[in-house]
């Protein structure tokens, strides 16, 4: 299990904490559900340098965990907060990182992976350890960053910046793509990408995602429900439906049948129509060539995946991509003059 320590402070951005949090929250769900009888992979614990409840700027009461002490983390976060200028901007991070500066550098020098979005960025400098290295912060904050501390470079026009085990984003609300990040790498690229479409979010933000990957089981056998994340989550692997019934614990001809029963269609065109979405969705939003979809998709044929997929979609793999693409940047279409 891995362990996250949120530092908790007045005046900060609750919704920073409590989203990327919801996040990890997610991906537990995600990993029980694909491996049967595992323990929760994070578990968090909200400390501040006193043990009395903290409040938001927007008011919020938050009750804390605990004081911050020596508690071992794998991943320390440091939330975005509220400012009115220049000057308290420089102040609160000065005060934060006062209590705070000595438990990031321990944990840091013990392996955590450190993490902060926005303004955050400025307390972990007060802290020392941003020393030679690279980041990110809100792009209107960046001259103020660099005038202040000089010795590390900002890049402002970057959303993540990773510099070995510090990770930083620009806006506070890129907490989002922070979270995905650290799930990434602890927890691998498809836990973090089934929690992203679980919330909708698609890697150019234009768009809610399109597609329905059955995160939602809509039926009461625990065992297949195991096996549809177990199918989603190793979806980049090349595996066979004994291979399926093998990770739930059930002999081939008894899973066949329990998961037509469940799903009401059998574990073949279950899978198909996965990695068919999953395709949709990467056509859609990455400029990836079929091959490295293939790739993610576990699938090794592409001329059989672009029958399946004309058969499924009514349209080419080519003739879906120029139909579907998402665009990053919209033509003004008000008229002239």
Known sequence: MYNIVVIGFDNCLGSSITSFIDLFKIANMIWKRSKKGSRPLFSWKFLSNSEDPIHSF???KMKLDGRLSSQKADIVFVPAYYYVNDRQVMNDAAEVASWAGDYLNTQYKQGALIATACNGAFILAEAGIMENRTTTTSWWLSDLYSKNFPATKVLADQSIIVDERIFAAGSFIA???????????????????????YISINSDRTAQVSLNLH????HNDERISQAQFWMQVNLHKSFDIGDVAKAVNLGLRTFVRRFKSAVNKSPIQYLQDVRVDVAKLLLETSDLTLDQILNRIGYTDANSFR???????GLSVKDYRKMFKRKTEQKDTLPSG
Do not use: P, Y
């Not at 995160?215 to 809509?218: A, F, M």
């Open 58 to 60: 927007s008011g919020l």
């Open 175 to 197: 907490h989002f793509d922070l979270a995905l990040k650290l799930m990434e790498v602890i927890a691998g690229h498809h836990v973090a990408m089934l929690c992203m479409r």
């Open 215 to 218: 995160l939602q089981i809509e």
């Open 307 to 313: 029958r399946l997929f004309k058969q499924k979609c």
